[in-house]
T-cell receptor, first 113, second 112 residues
């Protein structure tokens, strides 16, 4: 069966510091991968998605970036965090084609002080 | 543009009573429709989806949803609510080959 992992679970970082959040998927090959941000326990904002290694699409311009160095690894980064980057970051995966379900990881809570 | 509306920010229901969480959408074509549930500080869990076929879809934990094409709605229902059903519920739509569009979420509180 497929599983999706995210780490760290929680992170407290000062403004201006770098960020690296990692997401890995097990039990499937060539998944579509997604990064979402959820603010204040409400709606989801799609940040990035990837259909393959090295292929990243950005939905919202901001100081975050994403990379996919391996088939089942998706990384969210920032060179300098802003206060507004605080939130709950969710990684998700889906089968590559069709209207298949997205499956979410446990999330990372980021607090920027 | 695609959009999903969940008109109720909060739904309160007594334990044992039926519950409904509403969802309407504005999407061209024949979208796929989904419901997810989120417990505090957790990721979203898939509940059910409508792709095609029977308008009444049954999912996890006794939940079901009814697709109504003419009203562009996909309301989530459960015949008898449990306190443990209290959570944040998201409706989502997706056209083939496109990304998901999520609603803003509805917070369900089941009172003992």
């Amino acid at each position: 069966s497929q599983t999706i992992h995210q780490w760290p679970a929680t992170l407290v970082q000062p403004v201006g510091s770098p960020l690296s959040l990692e997401c890995t998927v097990e039990g499937t090959s060539n998944p579509n991968l997604y990064w979402y941000r959820q603010a204040a326990g409400r709606g989801l904002q799609l940040l990035f998605y990837s259909v393959g290694i090295g292929q990243i699409s950005s939905e919202v311009p901001q100081n975050l970036s994403a990379s996919r160095p391996q088939d089942r690894q998706f990384i969210l980064s920032s060179k300098k965090l802003l206060l507004s980057d605080s939130g709950f970051y969710l990684c998700a995966w889906s089968v590559a084609l069709g209207g298949e379900t997205q499956y979410f990881g446990p999330g990372t809570r980021l607090l920027v002080l | 543009a695609q959009s999903v509306a969940q008109p109720e920010d909060q739904v309160n229901v007594a334990e044992g009573n039926p519950l409904t969480v509403k969802c309407t959408y504005s999407v061209s074509g024949n979208p796929y429709l989904f419901w997810y549930v989120q417990y505090p500080n957790r990721g979203l869990q898939f509940l059910l989806k409508y792709i095609t076929g029977d308008n009444l879809v049954k999912g996890s934990y006794g939940f079901e949803a009814e697709f109504n094409k003419s009203q562009t709605s996909f309301h989530l229902k459960k015949p008898s609510a449990l306190v443990s059903d209290s959570a944040l519920y998201f409706c989502a739509v997706r056209n083939y080959g496109q990304n998901f569009v999520f609603g803003p979420g509805t917070r369900l509180s089941v009172l003992p």
